[in-house]
Structure formats: C-alpha cells, structure tokens
C-alpha cells in the first residue's frame, strides 16, 4: 500500500490502464511511479459492485429477481434463465393481472408480478392509460367495464387481444375464448359511448351520475357496463392452447409449462438440463426431455436437408442440428410445440455448445422397461447379476439401445425407483419383458408419461 504524497500536471498525455514508468502515474516517494492505479481502481470498484449485488440478492430476493427481469426483459434468453433462477430460490412468477401488475416486474407478496411492457403489442401509451384509469376508478370489474374507462384510442383492439390471450383478464374471466368473443361486441359497444360522451349524448346514467347523490352514482357503476352486449356462451380454450398463446405473447411460459406434467416421470431418465450442456465432455452422448419451438430446414452444397432445431427445456433455450441423414429419419416427428426426448451428442465448434441430433422420439410415445424387485432380489449379488446379463443381451447395438430400464424396490409400503444406468437401456421393450419374464422376474412395459 503506497501514499500519494505529490502530483504534477504535464499538460494533455495519453492515458492507458496500465501502469507506465513516466509522465503518467502518480509520483511516490524518490521518485518512484504508482503504476497499475487505474486498473487497480477499476478492480476496487468492480469488487465492491459485486459485493452490494451479492448482499441485494441475498437479502432482497423478491427485489433483486424483480429488477434483473425488468432489466432484461428485451432478452429471452435471459428471462427464462433468471425465471428458473426464481424457481430455484422458490420465488414464483405470477401471470400478468390487469388489476395488479405495474409497468414492470414488481414484488407481491413471495411472489413476483409479470410487468405490462413485458407484453408484447402492449405499448407504453396503453400501459400509461390502463394505470391512470385504475387509480382513478379502481379495479376493472369486467372486460366492458375496462372498455369503457380506458381511452380506446390508446389501447386497441389488438392491444386487448394480447391482454386477453396473456392471462392478463383470468382474475376477471377465465375463459379467455369467451372474452375474445365478447371483445368483438364489447369493443365497438364501448367505443360508441365513447362518442355519445364526447358530443355530451350521455345516457341516463352518465347523467344522473353527473348531478345527484352517491346512489346514483353507484347506480352508474353497478349499470353502465352491465348492459354491455355478450357473445354466446363458448368453452375455454384447452390448455396446451393457452400455453402456447401465453410463449407468444410473453416469449415464455409463465403460468405453467408443458415440461412441468412430465418433470417427475423425465426425472426418472436423470436427463441433463440443457443449461448444463457446457459442462458435458466434447462427444459425450447425451438425453434431454424439451419443447420444439421452430424448425430451421436448411439445404446443404450437396442439396440434402436439413434442420436446425429451436429447443428448450425448464431451465433455457437453444439451437440443435440434425444432419441430412437424421433428418430424413425423424422429420414427421418435428412438431412445433411438442414435447420431445432427444437423444444427441455434444460438439464444441469454433468453441460453441451444440447438440447434435441423433435421435428424436415425442414423449407420449417412450416406453419404459419396469422390473419390480423385492429386497433380496435388489441385495442378492447372484440376482443382481442375473438382471444385469439379461439386460446387457437386450442392449446389443449401443446406438440403437433407446428403451430406459427402471427397477422398483418394494419393501412393505415403501416403493423405491432405481435407475440402471445409459449402458443398460436395451432396443425393444416387448422382448426385454418377455426375456425378464421367463427369467422370474415381475417386469412389464410402461409409458413414461405414465410412471
């Protein structure tokens, strides 16, 4: 640690961030040069950045997740990963709510509220008139309610229909189809009051709520939006549906995701998350269980297609390369927004995380091998050995070997899964069972959905 005891001007100079011997740094004593002071300030200041953010986070969770979002909210990519951050640290992230949420990502409660400018086609002049319409009158209380207090002007048609589409309205009505519907007789029903007030046309209770007591008032509120026209009645939407206008709207999945009905029985295969590719061994083959959001066809110099595939999972998004020849195998299966497991290998080109396709297979149809094992079965080194020979037989070609085998270890009440590792999955689930069968052991054929 030195002092500064002196400093001198020397008219204009450059300036660098290393140290220099002369005409640059600050003098000590006997002459002697401070080199290395902007770095090492640059350091001091970045560590002590590091520090307030590492005491706000784990402190002020709620607080800290909420402005990262808000901060990143252009960035996909980089909301997902905070989004699994939060649920990591048991901080759920709510839907937006056309009564609750602000312009960006706020704290409620333990949870953390989905921002309006995160909407897309929800501009910032809409955002600004659905706030000053709820502070001055309160809650909306219906779709024809919010219709005839915000400036349609600013908030259009199509800034409604992704509102809706959202979830945004669900505290209000669920049933987003049937709101879409209503939208349609709503909106111009709202837009025409809109004018009788401008022209001074009010209705009877536009004026009575005008000149006389409270009660006529609360007339007004109880009658002005009730008399709006509806469609007729229609059913919801289905999820899987609602979900995906959700990712449209939204660039995610915010009130559930599709991966979430699977997450246990997908545990069972120990698949990696596709966050964790980059600390997979170059050329190691692995598994994951993920959605495809959009496929790539790609024509190669030799005319071959091929494709590269937008996937995620839980925890990020990326892109997966199948080759001509895969590709011609497994093309009918690539369904956008399905639910798939992808078997594949890791490849670092030019020093990037890629997975390259080598197999593909939607989850509704994987079957698992089940082999029901009491405790001296699962204990027994002759039975243990007897299970592994059959299994190893059923395996042959590792390529080709895609059917997981999970062991259950019944012990009174208490049921116990066992995973056999990558190199006992076997190619055919019906002749593994009937092999397992006539060797005594309880095994039978199962979807993975199912367990």
Known sequence: MVKIITRKPISTQNVYD????????????????????????????YGYVTYQTAYLK????????????????DDTDKVQKYISSCASMSIHIEPPDINRSGVDFTPSGENILFGLSAVRNVGQNAIVCILQAREEGGEFKSLAD??????????????????????????????????????ELVYDWAQSRAR?????????????????????????????FEVAPKAQQVPDFPPQKKLQMEKELLGFYVSDHPLKAIRKSAHVLAPINLSQLGEQKEESHICAVVMLNGVKKV??????????????????????????????????VLQIDSRLIIWGKVDRREEQNQLIVENVEPVETVQLVIVELNPQQATTLEEQHRLRTILQKQSGDK?????????????????????????????????????????????????????
Not at 300 to 324: H, N, R, Y
Not at 413 to 428: K, M, N, P, Y
Request: aromatic share 8%; charged share 20%; hydrophobic share 40%.
């Open 196 to 224: 009788d007030r401008a022209t001074g046309q009010g209705n009877l209770f536009d004026l009575l709520g005008g000149a006389f007591s409270t009660a006529a008032t609360t007339n007004k509120n109880l009658n002005s």
């Open 299 to 332: 024509m190669t110099k030799k005319s071959e297609q091929m494709a590269i595939l937008q996937i995620e999972d839980l925890t990020t998004q990326l892109e997966a390369v199948v080759f001509p020849k895969i590709y011609e195998q497994i093309h009918s």
């Open 146 to 183: 919010f219709c005839d207090r915000v400036d349609l002007r600013a908030v259009n048609r199509r800034t409604l229909e992704a509102l809706i589409s959202c979830g945004a309205f669900d505290k209000i009505d669920p049933n987003r189809n049937q709101l879409l519907h209503d939208l």
């Open 399 to 451: 390529e080709k070997a895609k059917v997981p085998v999970i062991g259950i270890v019944q012990a009174g009440t208490s049921r116990q899964l066992v995973r056999f590792g990558r190199r006992f999955w076997v190619q055919d689930s019906r002749t593994t069972v009937l092999a397992l069968q006539n060797a005594r052991f309880s095994a039978y054929a199962q979807l993975l959905a199912g367990v």
């Open 58 to 73: 784990a402190n002020y969770p709620l607080e800290y997740m909420a402005a990262l979002l808000t901060a990143n909210s």
């Open 18 to 45: 290393i140290g220099v011997e002369r005409d640059h740094n600050f003098i000590i004593r006997k002459g002697l040069v401070a080199s290395n002071c902007f770095n090492k300030s640059h350091s001091t200041a």
